[in-house]
Structures are given as C-alpha cells and as structure tokens.
C-alpha cells in the first residue's frame, strides 16, 4: 500500500539497461506508481548508441514506441519508454551534450506526458593510432567509470566491441582490434548505454523528476495530468528602447488532452529586458 493507503498502480517500462532502477526513486513514491519492467523485447532493435543498429525517426518517436510496446507486452494500460540522444551543444557547439526524454502514455486516458532533461555528457569519440592514443581518450572520457566500445578503423565499422570496463581488457582489446584494422587504427568511443555511463544515468534520474512534476500538475478544466508549458512566447520589451526582444515575456500553458490553454506572464509586472539582447540597441 501507499503512504496514502491506496495500492501502488503498476506501470511497464520497457528497458534492458537497468534504467528502472534509475528512475523509481523520482516517479513511486511521489506519483504512487510501481515501475515493473517490460520484458520481451530487444530494445536494441530500435537503435544504438555504436550505430550498428540506426534509429528509424527521431527521440522522441523512438521513446513514444517503447511506451506503447511495453504497453502492449504486458497488458498493462500505462507504459513508460525511454530515449537518449547525444551530441554537441545547440549553442556553444563543441561541448558534448546528452538529452534524455522520459514518455509516459496512458492508453485508458489517453494520454502522453513527456519528461525532459539535458546536460554535459562525457561522450566523447576519437580515432586513434596507438595506444597512447587510446589511453588519452579513455582517461578523457572519465574510464572505467565510463566505459568505452571500440571498433576497427573508423565509426562506420560494424564490428564493435562494447562494455568494456576495465584497463586489462581495453588493451587486449585493443590489441585484438588493432590486428582486423586495414589501417592499423581503431575508433574508440564511450558507451552510452545506460547501465555503461554514470554521467547518462544522472541525466535519466533529472527527466524522471522533471515526468513526475509534471503528472502532479493537472489540468483546471478535465483534470488531465500534464499541464505544462508548451511555449515560451519573447517579446520581452528593452530598458532602452522598449521595442521586443527576444528574452521570453510570456509561458503558454497547456493541457495533453483537452484544449484549454494559458498565457502566463514569465516576469514580474514592469521588469523590462536589458538592451544587450536587444537588436536595435546592441545589433
């Protein structure tokens, strides 16, 4: 029973890297939920991180299908599915950066509520020469914490090797690789499977939290789980000039099942923006 008295309510997650662990913690004691997973299926016929499987549409299509098989496998009306995407900043571009998005779907109520976070990573690929080379990359990529997959010659090889844990064995490894190389390089990379990479796993944890804010913000008109910010709307005026900038001025709430929708002031009444994000005062 919940603290509340109430029988946890049972929810497949369809995993096999151990991610259920990860996110209990944030979604069953807050939402009253039992995350039980999803067996039955290799989700690693829908992509992976080494490319020798690719991704067939984008993240979060790739997440919404694991949560309407595992809806499917088990019987059980509520599915989670899970999905990472790694690579450089929107922004700053050179900085290595890991989104992760976390699909709720209830078939009863039909509905989709989709958690997100994002963060630096510790993805990192290079190929190398020798192992000096190798050994400078994995101590980079925070290894054996992190570990690492390596393939012959170059990223498109598809004779990879992964989960490698330990410094024996990246350099037997290594060596083995080496020998099937037509160019003597290998091309090593983190693994980014989750039950591999520490610094993903803190990334799945923070999407699990941000799903179960937002199940536990409802709907005012049908009750609907979910209501969150759609959109942020700029338009934030200039201290300067008081034309809009592209600071955001307003949030657009919205509901995942009925139409209703909010605009919320995303500052406080009178506050302008300061003219460096202002294109007509700092163009």
């Given at each position: 029973m919940t603290a509340a008295g109430r029988a946890a309510v049972p929810v497949a997650f369809l995993t096999q890297h151990g991610k259920e662990a990860v996110v209990r913690p944030a979604l069953e004691r807050p939402l009253g939920w039992r995350v039980e997973r999803a067996a039955g299926f290799d989700t690693d016929?829908?992509?992976?991180?080494?490319?020798d499987v690719p991704r067939r549409g984008g993240q979060l299509h790739a997440a919404r299908l694991k949560a309407r098989l595992a809806t499917s496998l088990t019987g059980c009306p509520r599915g989670l599915g899970s999905e990472g995407?790694?690579?450089?900043?929107?922004?700053?571009?050179?900085?290595?950066?890991?989104?992760?998005?976390?699909?709720?779907?209830d078939r009863d109520r039909s509905i989709e509520v989709v958690g997100r976070a994002e963060a630096p990573s510790r993805a990192l690929q290079r190929r190398v020469r020798d192992w000096t080379g190798l050994e400078a990359l994995a101590r980079d990529a925070g290894f054996p914490r992190h570990r690492l997959a390596i393939r012959p010659d170059a990223p498109d090889d598809s004779r990879p090797t992964k989960g490698i844990r330990d410094w024996k064995t990246l350099r037997k490894t290594y060596e083995l690789t080496r020998r099937t190389s037509a160019?003597?390089?290998?091309?090593?990379e983190t693994d980014c499977r989750s039950h591999c990479n520490p610094a993903r796993r803190a990334v799945i944890a923070a999407a699990a939290r941000d799903l179960a804010a937002r199940m536990q913000s409802c709907c005012?008109?049908?009750?609907?789980?979910?209501?969150?910010?759609?959109?942020?709307?700029?338009?934030l005026p200039c201290r300067?000039?008081?034309g809009p900038t592209g600071?955001?001025?307003?949030?657009?709430?919205?509901?995942v099942r009925c139409t209703r929708r909010e605009s919320v002031l995303a500052v406080r009444p009178g506050l302008l923006a300061d003219p460096a994000h202002c294109e007509r005062c700092n163009p």
């Open positions: 016929r829908l992509g992976t991180f080494t490319r995407s790694f690579g450089p900043h929107p922004v700053m571009g050179l900085v290595p950066w890991n989104v992760e998005l976390l699909v709720y779907v160019s003597g390089h290998v091309y090593a005012p008109d049908c009750g609907a789980p979910g209501y969150w910010c759609l959109r942020n709307v700029p338009g300067w000039c008081l600071e955001t001025l307003q949030h657009v709430y919205g509901c």
